[in-house]
Protein backbone atom coordinates (compact mmCIF):
# COMPACT_ATOMS: atom_id res chain seq x y z
CA UNK A 1 0.00 0.00 0.00
CA UNK A 2 1.40 3.50 -0.95
CA UNK A 3 3.26 5.13 2.06
CA UNK A 4 2.47 8.59 2.59
CA UNK A 5 5.48 11.31 2.60
CA UNK A 6 6.97 11.58 6.31
CA UNK A 7 5.72 14.61 8.54
CA UNK A 8 9.01 16.99 7.91
CA UNK A 9 8.69 18.42 11.64
CA UNK A 10 7.36 15.14 13.29
CA UNK A 11 10.92 13.47 11.76
CA UNK A 12 12.86 15.49 14.32
CA UNK A 13 11.91 14.65 17.46
CA UNK A 14 15.55 14.42 18.30
CA UNK A 15 16.11 18.52 17.69
CA UNK A 16 13.17 19.07 19.88
CA UNK A 17 14.59 17.41 22.93
CA UNK A 18 17.39 19.34 22.65
CA UNK A 19 15.45 22.80 22.64
CA UNK A 20 15.36 24.16 26.66
CA UNK A 21 12.46 23.35 28.92
CA UNK A 22 9.35 25.20 28.40
CA UNK A 23 7.48 26.34 31.67
CA UNK A 24 3.80 25.65 29.67
CA UNK A 25 1.81 23.28 31.84
CA UNK A 26 2.25 19.38 30.57
CA UNK A 27 -0.83 19.09 28.35
CA UNK A 28 -2.46 15.02 29.10
CA UNK A 29 -5.22 13.78 27.09
CA UNK A 30 -7.09 10.80 28.27
CA UNK A 31 -9.32 8.55 26.03
CA UNK A 32 -10.05 10.11 23.11
CA UNK A 33 -11.50 9.25 20.10
CA UNK A 34 -9.04 9.03 17.21
CA UNK A 35 -7.78 7.18 14.05
CA UNK A 36 -4.70 6.37 12.79
CA UNK A 37 -3.96 8.17 9.69
CA UNK A 38 0.00 6.92 9.24
CA UNK A 39 3.01 5.77 11.19
CA UNK A 40 6.71 5.29 10.18
CA UNK A 41 9.56 3.48 12.22
CA UNK A 42 11.01 6.00 14.70
CA UNK A 43 14.78 4.17 16.41
CA UNK A 44 14.28 0.74 16.58
CA UNK A 45 11.71 -0.32 18.44
CA UNK A 46 9.01 2.86 18.09
CA UNK A 47 7.42 4.67 16.12
CA UNK A 48 5.76 8.56 14.77
CA UNK A 49 2.08 8.15 14.60
CA UNK A 50 -0.07 10.38 13.09
CA UNK A 51 -3.17 10.60 14.57
CA UNK A 52 -6.43 12.38 13.81
CA UNK A 53 -8.40 12.70 16.84
CA UNK A 54 -11.95 14.52 17.59
CA UNK A 55 -11.37 17.37 19.86
CA UNK A 56 -7.77 17.75 19.20
CA UNK A 57 -7.42 17.27 15.36
CA UNK A 58 -4.30 15.94 14.03
CA UNK A 59 -2.01 15.24 17.12
CA UNK A 60 1.74 13.40 16.43
CA UNK A 61 2.94 11.07 19.12
CA UNK A 62 5.87 8.68 19.43
CA UNK A 63 4.54 5.38 20.35
CA UNK A 64 7.53 3.98 22.57
CA UNK A 65 8.01 0.19 22.05
CA UNK A 66 5.08 -0.18 19.90
CA UNK A 67 7.30 -2.15 17.10
CA UNK A 68 8.35 -4.63 20.01
CA UNK A 69 7.00 -8.63 19.45
CA UNK A 70 5.00 -8.21 22.63
CA UNK A 71 4.30 -4.70 23.16
CA UNK A 72 0.35 -3.91 23.29
CA UNK A 73 0.91 -0.88 21.12
CA UNK A 74 1.81 -3.90 17.99
CA UNK A 75 -2.10 -4.93 17.47
CA UNK A 76 -3.58 -2.09 17.95
CA UNK A 77 -2.05 1.27 16.06
CA UNK A 78 -3.79 -0.10 12.80
CA UNK A 79 -5.67 2.62 10.38
CA UNK A 80 -9.28 2.75 10.28
CA UNK A 81 -10.14 1.09 13.51
CA UNK A 82 -11.72 3.20 15.87
CA UNK A 83 -9.19 3.81 18.93
CA UNK A 84 -9.21 5.99 22.31
CA UNK A 85 -6.04 6.96 22.61
CA UNK A 86 -3.96 8.65 25.56
CA UNK A 87 -1.36 11.38 25.23
CA UNK A 88 0.70 13.89 27.09
CA UNK A 89 3.46 16.42 26.10
CA UNK A 90 3.48 20.36 25.85
CA UNK A 91 5.65 19.78 22.53
CA UNK A 92 4.44 19.36 19.25
CA UNK A 93 5.24 15.53 18.82
CA UNK A 94 3.59 14.01 22.13
CA UNK A 95 4.20 10.76 23.87
CA UNK A 96 1.40 8.26 23.22
CA UNK A 97 0.79 6.86 26.60
CA UNK A 98 -2.07 4.07 25.73
CA UNK A 99 -4.40 3.37 22.70
CA UNK A 100 -7.18 0.85 23.08
CA UNK A 101 -9.43 -0.10 20.12
CA UNK A 102 -13.02 0.11 20.73
CA UNK A 103 -14.64 -1.15 17.81
CA UNK A 104 -18.11 -0.30 16.02
CA UNK A 105 -17.02 -0.12 12.37
CA UNK A 106 -16.48 -2.46 9.69
CA UNK A 107 -13.13 -3.44 8.23
CA UNK A 108 -12.40 -1.33 4.83
CA UNK A 109 -11.56 -4.01 1.89
CA UNK A 110 -10.12 -4.30 -1.66
CA UNK A 111 -11.00 -0.76 -3.13
CA UNK A 112 -12.78 0.65 -0.04
CA UNK A 113 -9.19 0.21 1.59
CA UNK A 114 -7.70 2.11 -1.13
CA UNK A 115 -10.02 4.92 -0.63
CA UNK A 116 -9.48 4.92 3.01
CA UNK A 117 -6.06 5.50 2.24
CA UNK A 118 -6.78 8.50 -0.19
CA UNK A 119 -8.64 10.29 2.96
CA UNK A 120 -5.93 9.73 5.24
CA UNK A 121 -3.49 10.99 2.64
CA UNK A 122 -5.75 13.81 2.28
CA UNK A 123 -5.97 14.89 5.91
CA UNK A 124 -2.06 14.34 6.32
CA UNK A 125 -1.47 16.66 3.92
CA UNK A 126 -4.21 19.23 4.58
CA UNK A 127 -4.78 19.38 8.42
CA UNK A 128 -2.88 21.71 10.75
CA UNK A 129 -1.27 19.82 13.62
CA UNK A 130 -3.24 20.69 16.78
CA UNK A 131 -6.10 22.35 14.78
CA UNK A 132 -9.48 20.88 15.63
CA UNK A 133 -12.40 20.17 13.68
CA UNK A 134 -14.85 17.80 15.21
CA UNK A 135 -17.43 18.07 12.40
CA UNK A 136 -14.76 16.76 9.74
CA UNK A 137 -13.87 14.00 12.20
CA UNK A 138 -17.49 12.93 12.65
CA UNK A 139 -17.69 13.10 8.24
CA UNK A 140 -14.50 10.98 8.32
CA UNK A 141 -16.54 8.66 10.73
CA UNK A 142 -19.55 8.60 8.41
CA UNK A 143 -16.94 8.41 4.99
CA UNK A 144 -15.70 4.87 6.88
CA UNK A 145 -18.78 3.41 7.47
CA UNK A 146 -19.99 4.33 4.04
CA UNK A 147 -17.41 2.74 2.38
CA UNK A 148 -17.79 -0.40 4.14
CA UNK A 149 -21.01 -1.08 3.20
CA UNK A 150 -20.01 -0.33 -0.14
CA UNK A 151 -21.53 2.75 -0.55
CA UNK A 152 -20.84 4.27 -4.09
CA UNK A 153 -17.14 5.26 -3.87
CA UNK A 154 -17.53 8.42 -6.59
CA UNK A 155 -20.03 10.24 -4.36
CA UNK A 156 -18.51 9.27 -0.81
CA UNK A 157 -15.29 10.83 -1.76
CA UNK A 158 -16.78 13.76 -3.48
CA UNK A 159 -18.56 14.70 -0.30
CA UNK A 160 -15.75 14.18 1.80
CA UNK A 161 -13.07 16.00 -0.27
CA UNK A 162 -15.95 19.08 -0.14
CA UNK A 163 -16.19 18.88 3.76
CA UNK A 164 -13.05 18.92 4.45
CA UNK A 165 -12.22 22.24 2.52
CA UNK A 166 -14.77 23.75 3.69
CA UNK A 167 -13.85 23.18 7.49
CA UNK A 168 -10.58 24.20 5.96
CA UNK A 169 -11.55 27.45 5.75
CA UNK A 170 -10.93 27.28 2.09
CA UNK A 171 -13.53 26.58 0.00
CA UNK A 172 -16.69 29.13 -0.73
CA UNK A 173 -20.42 28.48 -0.65
CA UNK A 174 -21.01 27.15 -4.16
CA UNK A 175 -24.34 28.29 -4.79
CA UNK A 176 -23.15 31.91 -4.73
CA UNK A 177 -21.21 34.24 -6.93
CA UNK A 178 -17.70 35.68 -5.74
CA UNK A 179 -18.39 39.22 -5.60
CA UNK A 180 -21.68 39.87 -6.55
CA UNK A 181 -23.64 37.40 -4.34
CA UNK A 182 -25.88 36.74 -6.61
CA UNK A 183 -27.56 33.09 -7.27
CA UNK A 184 -25.97 31.05 -9.45
CA UNK A 185 -28.28 29.69 -12.29
CA UNK A 186 -29.05 26.56 -13.75
CA UNK A 187 -28.15 26.58 -17.08
CA UNK A 188 -24.95 28.93 -16.35
CA UNK A 189 -21.44 27.84 -16.85
CA UNK A 190 -19.21 28.73 -13.86
CA UNK A 191 -15.63 28.73 -12.30
CA UNK A 192 -14.37 28.12 -9.22
CA UNK A 193 -11.68 30.41 -7.92
CA UNK A 194 -9.73 28.70 -5.66
CA UNK A 195 -9.63 31.67 -3.36
CA UNK A 196 -12.77 33.20 -3.63
CA UNK A 197 -15.87 30.81 -4.62
CA UNK A 198 -17.46 30.52 -7.81
CA UNK A 199 -18.00 33.34 -11.15
CA UNK A 200 -19.18 33.41 -14.46
CA UNK A 201 -17.33 31.48 -16.82
CA UNK A 202 -15.48 33.17 -19.25
CA UNK A 203 -14.06 32.50 -22.64
CA UNK A 204 -10.15 32.37 -21.64
CA UNK A 205 -10.52 30.51 -18.29
CA UNK A 206 -8.46 27.89 -18.23
CA UNK A 207 -10.11 26.69 -15.12
CA UNK A 208 -13.02 23.73 -15.35
CA UNK A 209 -16.20 25.40 -16.23
CA UNK A 210 -19.21 23.38 -14.82
CA UNK A 211 -22.68 24.27 -15.04
CA UNK A 212 -24.71 26.09 -12.05
CA UNK A 213 -26.72 22.84 -11.88
CA UNK A 214 -23.36 20.55 -10.60
CA UNK A 215 -22.81 23.39 -8.05
CA UNK A 216 -26.30 23.35 -6.76
CA UNK A 217 -26.48 19.44 -6.47
CA UNK A 218 -22.79 19.91 -4.92
CA UNK A 219 -24.38 21.87 -2.30
CA UNK A 220 -26.92 19.51 -1.79
CA UNK A 221 -24.96 16.75 -2.13
CA UNK A 222 -26.97 15.23 -4.46
CA UNK A 223 -24.44 13.15 -6.99
CA UNK A 224 -27.01 11.30 -9.46
CA UNK A 225 -26.48 13.42 -12.32
CA UNK A 226 -23.84 11.38 -14.40
CA UNK A 227 -23.12 15.31 -15.50
CA UNK A 228 -22.82 16.49 -11.69
CA UNK A 229 -20.42 13.33 -10.86
CA UNK A 230 -18.35 13.96 -14.15
CA UNK A 231 -17.61 17.78 -13.76
CA UNK A 232 -17.22 17.75 -9.89
CA UNK A 233 -14.61 15.00 -9.92
CA UNK A 234 -12.88 17.47 -12.26
CA UNK A 235 -13.24 20.49 -9.83
CA UNK A 236 -12.76 18.63 -7.07
CA UNK A 237 -9.12 17.14 -8.56
CA UNK A 238 -8.39 20.97 -9.43
CA UNK A 239 -9.52 22.64 -6.22
CA UNK A 240 -7.33 20.30 -3.87
CA UNK A 241 -4.57 20.13 -6.72
CA UNK A 242 -4.40 24.02 -6.31
CA UNK A 243 -4.35 23.90 -2.05
CA UNK A 244 -1.94 21.20 -2.28
CA UNK A 245 0.41 23.25 -4.12
CA UNK A 246 0.28 20.81 -6.81
CA UNK A 247 1.98 18.29 -4.68
CA UNK A 248 1.34 14.88 -5.73
CA UNK A 249 -1.35 12.62 -3.97
CA UNK A 250 -0.28 9.34 -4.21
CA UNK A 251 -3.40 7.38 -3.68
CA UNK A 252 -5.14 9.69 -5.80
CA UNK A 253 -3.03 8.47 -8.97
CA UNK A 254 -4.13 4.89 -7.97
CA UNK A 255 -7.42 5.78 -7.94
CA UNK A 256 -7.51 7.10 -11.16
CA UNK A 257 -5.73 4.37 -12.49
CA UNK A 258 -8.25 1.87 -11.04
CA UNK A 259 -11.14 3.15 -10.41
CA UNK A 260 -11.96 6.27 -12.39
CA UNK A 261 -12.64 8.37 -9.50
Request: a neutral charge; one cysteine or more; charged letters at 25%.
Amino acid sequence: MTRLDADPVAAQPAAASRRPRSTAREQRVTGQPGFVLHSYPYKETSLIVDVFTRDHGRVGVVAKGAKRPHSKLRGVLQTFQPLAVSFSGKSELRTLIDAEWVGGLLPLEKNSLLCGFYLNELLVKLLARDDPHPALFDHYVSTLNQLAHDEPAQIVLRKFETALLRETGVAAQLTRCTGTGEAVVLEQSYVVDPERGPRPARPDDVWPAVSGQTLIDMEREDYHDPVTQAQSKQLMRFLLSYHLGGAPLNTRQILIDLMQL
